[in-house]
């Protein structure tokens, strides 16, 4: 069983969400918080698998909360559920340890997957989400150019590089991150394709990524973005 707590201001949410995983055969709802510090004590006192997470709730906030159960708890996995998709929201979401980012238009079996996803320790993001990541990876500057080819950032590695990243594969990421393809990044690095498909490998191995969408949380939470 996957054991839930639900961490939202709202009653009608917190219930409904509870009666959604509660439909589920392999879901098990262990607490409900109407804020993020109550989060965080049910966090302690159950252990459970994942939390679903608001944003935006009275006290302790669910990006503070995701961080301290991140820290304190680190099996534990969050997933976002909230009204707001702001660049800035997303983005604390996703440094403070967000492994899933919904927004509250997303059905049943889209908040199912987000929470089995999570449980494996795989990333869910929603669409729109996972766009405006791209867009901020990418920057204001990166608009079309005269040839009608968007510039590539510039990726700021800070010293040591995380996991044992060298600068090349910290380079690959921040470009995966921007939204390019394994072509399009070898035709920005001069390189081959196989080249480029070797170096994410490496990278995939040394971070624990499993997909390209892990691979932009991953990028945002280690700055590197550009």
């Given at each position: 069983?996957?054991?839930?707590?639900?961490?939202?201001?709202?009653?009608?949410v917190?219930?409904?969400?509870?009666?959604?995983?509660?439909?589920?055969?392999?879901?098990?709802?262990?607490?409900?918080?109407?804020?993020?510090?109550?989060?965080?004590?049910?966090?302690?006192?159950?252990?459970?698998?994942?939390?679903?997470?608001?944003?935006?709730?009275?006290?302790?906030?669910?990006?503070?909360?995701?961080?301290?159960?991140?820290?304190?708890?680190?099996?534990?996995r969050?997933?976002?559920?909230?009204?707001?998709?702001?660049?800035?929201?997303?983005?604390?979401?996703?440094?403070?340890?967000?492994?899933?980012?919904?927004?509250?238009?997303?059905?049943?079996?889209?908040?199912?997957?987000?929470?089995?996803?999570?449980?494996?320790?795989?990333?869910?993001?929603?669409?729109?989400?996972?766009?405006?990541?791209?867009?901020?990876?990418?920057?204001p500057?990166?608009?079309?150019?005269?040839?009608?080819?968007?510039p590539?950032p510039?990726?700021?590695?800070?010293?040591?590089?995380?996991?044992?990243?060298?600068?090349?594969?910290?380079?690959?990421?921040?470009?995966?991150?921007?939204?390019?393809?394994?072509?399009?990044?070898?035709?920005?690095?001069?390189?081959?394709e196989?080249?480029?498909?070797?170096h994410?490998?490496?990278?995939?191995?040394?971070?624990?990524?499993?997909?390209r969408?892990?691979?932009?949380?991953?990028?945002?939470?280690?700055?590197?973005?550009?």
């Amino acid at each position: 069983m996957i054991r839930v707590v639900v961490a939202d201001d709202q009653t009608v949410v917190r219930e409904g969400l509870e009666v959604l995983l509660g439909l589920l055969d392999d879901v098990e709802v262990v607490g409900t918080s109407g804020d993020g510090d109550g989060a965080v004590e049910l966090v302690a006192a159950h252990d459970p698998d994942v939390v679903l997470m608001d944003l935006r709730m009275p006290g302790c906030d669910g990006v503070t909360a995701t961080a301290r159960i991140r820290a304190a708890h680190p099996r534990t996995r969050v997933v976002v559920l909230t009204t707001y998709a702001d660049d800035a929201d997303i983005l604390g979401a996703m440094r403070a340890g967000a492994l899933g980012y919904l927004t509250k238009d997303a059905g049943r079996a889209q908040i199912a997957q987000a929470v089995r996803a999570a449980a494996a320790g795989q990333s869910f993001l929603d669409p729109v989400v996972h766009a405006k990541l791209v867009a901020a990876a990418t920057g204001p500057a990166a608009g079309p150019a005269a040839t009608g080819e968007a510039p590539a950032p510039v990726v700021q590695t800070p010293q040591p590089l995380p996991d044992g990243l060298t600068a090349r594969e910290a380079e690959v990421l921040g470009l995966i991150a921007a939204g390019l393809s394994n072509r399009e990044i070898a035709k920005r690095l001069f390189v081959t394709e196989v080249t480029v498909k070797s170096h994410v490998n490496r990278l995939f191995a040394k971070t624990g990524v499993r997909d390209r969408a892990q691979a932009v949380r991953y990028a945002f939470q280690h700055g590197l973005t550009g």
